[in-house]
């Protein structure tokens, strides 16, 4: 897995430079983004990224798209196995809508779907694993849906030569302490409380997912404004979670008033936390390069609580029991 990891910039560019044919249509007032696990979160990146643009974007995680969903609306369908049975069964609905659909897959059911109905689909290589897959299915998708995605070239570009620096920061320093992602590792003992900010969410989500199905621990996550209003209460009584403060270089005035308050309350309550502060760019380039950091975090946790970040037998075990 770490090698797929350690290729990361490499593949980002690759794919965003590939030769695949871009979306056909160009406008596009509501993109739904249909996905499971990683897959879905890649619509959760899109939804970050456009979200200060005109473009109404929704992420649908299971089996059913929305009423909201028309025959107007783009259904972009992401399974990196191509074989996930809510992700089919979403795009059995989009077919059924008569949406205009574009599928992203590593062959699998999804894509004999797709030859068999006429529906646009793009092929791309899976490395390893779905998560590994990540900047392989991203950066493709930068690509094609160039047509409906209202995100300037120098930022996407900006994005792919910070993955590099970071991935310079993190491989230079492989086993050594200085290595950002080692830190982390080291300071998680407990159940990690994610705090993040509205723009960051894909990234406080990603990570999540990647202690979870990486380190084989749980984790939490909260909204840093939304948490204020009710998570913040269980602090009084809980000692088993630590919470991590993901923060992004030039958050909102107001957020960065949020963040000095609930330092501050930590410290009073004598709370060990750990701030992890993105890089500076644009907002693809922020996801990007704290994701980057993280999911490597979750692989050197694993390896630090002796477990192979590999397997996943618990959801083996659920998708064996579905029909
Ligand atoms: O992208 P796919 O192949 O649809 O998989 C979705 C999710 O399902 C899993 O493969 C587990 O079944 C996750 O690891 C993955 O993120």
Known sequence: MHKVYDRWPEIARKNYFSDLSQIEFTKCPHIVFAGMGGSGAIGDIFSAILSKTSTHVTVVKGYHLPKTVTNNSV???????????????????????????????????????????NIPHRNIKKYHSPRASFTSFLYSMLHVLKPIIPIEEKDIIESIKELENMSIKINSK????????????????????????????????RFKNSLQENSKIQAVIEDVIESCHNGIVTWDKQNNFQ?????????????????????????????????????????????????????????????????????????????????
Do not use: H
Not at 93 to 116: L, M, P, R, T, Y
Not at 288 to 315: E, F, G, M
């Open 174 to 205: 492989k086993i050594s302490k200085e290595n950002p992602s080692i830190q982390i590792s080291e300071w998680i003992k407990d159940t990690p409380v994610i705090y993040y900010p509205w723009g960051l969410e894909p990234v406080a989500i």
């Open 75 to 117: 259904v972009v369908v992401i399974s990196i196995s191509g074989n996930t049975v809510e992700t089919i069964s979403m795009l059995k609905n989009a077919i059924e809508i008569n949406s205009k659909i574009i599928v992203f897959s590593d062959g699998g059911k999804i894509k004999d779907i797709c030859n068999e109905k």
């Open 243 to 323: 919470p991590i403060l993901i923060r992004g270089q030039k958050d909102y005035e107001k957020t960065k008033e949020r963040w000095e308050i609930l330092k501050e309350f930590f410290s009073e309550k004598k709370i060990d936390y750990k701030e992890i502060i993105s890089e500076n760019g644009n907002i693809l380039t922020k996801i990007i390069c704290l994701i980057y950091l993280l999911d490597y975090a979750s692989i050197y946790l694993a390896i630090k609580l002796k477990v192979d970040p590999t397997p996943v037998n618990a959801i083996e075990y659920i998708k064996n029991k579905l029909n």
